[in-house]
C-alpha cells in the first residue's frame, strides 16, 4: 500500500499564477480530505469529499481556490490568481468513509507564491 | 465552534525524561480525540484515539485518557527516546452533524529529545 500520494511535493509560482495540486487517495478509500498548513495558523481543514461528491467545503477561501474529485482515485486542489498568503503545505487525507475511521495523510504539497 | 489548545509550542527534553503535553479542547457533546505525531517532510500520522470519558488511547509507549470533566487530552510518555523527536498535534472531530468527519487541530508541539 502507497499511502496517499501528492504531486508535485514541492511547487513555486509566481503572484498571480494559477497552480494545481494533485492528491491520489490510498485504494479503496472513499472519503478524501484536504487540509492547509502554516506556521501561523497551524493546520486547519479545507473541504471534503465522499464518494466524490463534495460534502463539506466550509474552511475554503471563497474566492480563488477550488477542488474536484472527478474520479474515485484522484482529486485535485486548484488555486487561481496565487498571492503569496497562499504559501502553505497542502495535505491530503484519505479515510474509508466510515464515521469512525482513521483519516491517513499523505506527505503535502509545498506551495511557495513569490 | 469546536477549538483544541496545546499548552506548550516546544519542549525540550534529555533522553529517559518525561513527558507530558497537555491539550484541552472545547466542543459540545463527546468528540472523538485523537493524538498525532509529524516528522519532517512526512504528513501527520495517527498516534492513537479515544471517544469515550475515562478511555485511554495509547500507542508506542504514548498515552493520554480522556476527561470529559476537565476537557482533556493530556500526552504523557515516562521516557523518552531520540527518536521520539517530532511536531505532536492533538485534535477532535466534531459530533456536529455539519462538521461531522473533519478534523479540528491544536498548534502542534514540537518536541525535541536530546541523547
Known amino acids: 500500500n502507497a499511502g496517499v500520494i501528492q504531486t508535485p511535493r514541492h511547487k513555486v509560482t509566481g503572484k498571480g499564477q494559477e497552480a494545481t495540486l494533485w492528491c491520489e487517495p490510498i485504494?479503496?478509500?472513499?472519503?478524501v480530505f484536504w487540509y492547509r498548513q502554516t506556521i501561523v495558523q497551524g493546520l486547519e481543514f479545507l473541504t471534503y469529499?465522499?464518494?466524490?461528491?463534495?460534502?463539506?467545503d466550509s474552511g475554503m477561501p471563497k474566492e480563488r481556490f477550488s477542488a474536484q474529485m472527478p474520479n474515485q482515485s484522484h482529486s485535485t486542489l486548484k488555486i487561481q490568481s496565487t498571492q503569496p498568503q497562499d504559501s502553505a503545505v497542502y495535505l491530503c487525507?484519505?479515510?474509508?468513509?466510515?464515521?469512525?475511521?482513521?483519516?491517513?495523510f499523505g506527505p503535502g504539497t509545498r506551495l511557495l507564491v513569490l | 465552534g469546536d477549538s483544541v489548545t496545546q499548552t506548550e509550542g516546544q519542549v525540550a527534553l534529555s533522553e529517559e525524561d518525561f513527558l507530558t503535553i497537555h491539550c484541552n479542547y472545547s466542543a459540545s457533546g463527546y468528540p472523538t480525540l485523537f493524538w498525532y505525531v509529524q516528522y519532517p517532510g512526512e504528513g501527520p500520522q495517527l498516534l492513537f484515539r479515544a471517544s469515550r470519558d475515562k478511555e485511554k488511547g495509547s500507542s508506542r509507549g504514548f498515552e493520554a485518557t480522556y476527561d470529559k470533566g476537565t476537557t482533556s487530552f493530556h500526552l504523557r510518555k515516562a521516557s523518552v527516546q531520540e527518536s521520539d523527536s517530532a511536531v505532536y498535534y492533538c485534535?477532535?472531530?466534531?459530533?456536529?452533524?455539519?462538521?461531522?468527519?473533519?478534523?479540528?487541530f491544536g498548534q502542534g508541539t514540537s518536541l525535541s529529545v536530546v541523547p
Open positions: 469529499f465522499r464518494n466524490q461528491a463534495p460534502i463539506d
Open positions: 487525507a484519505s479515510s474509508l468513509g466510515l464515521n469512525q475511521d482513521t483519516q491517513y
Open positions: 485504494s479503496g478509500h472513499s472519503a
Open positions: 485534535a477532535l472531530r466534531s459530533i456536529a452533524s455539519s462538521s461531522f468527519s473533519k478534523l479540528v
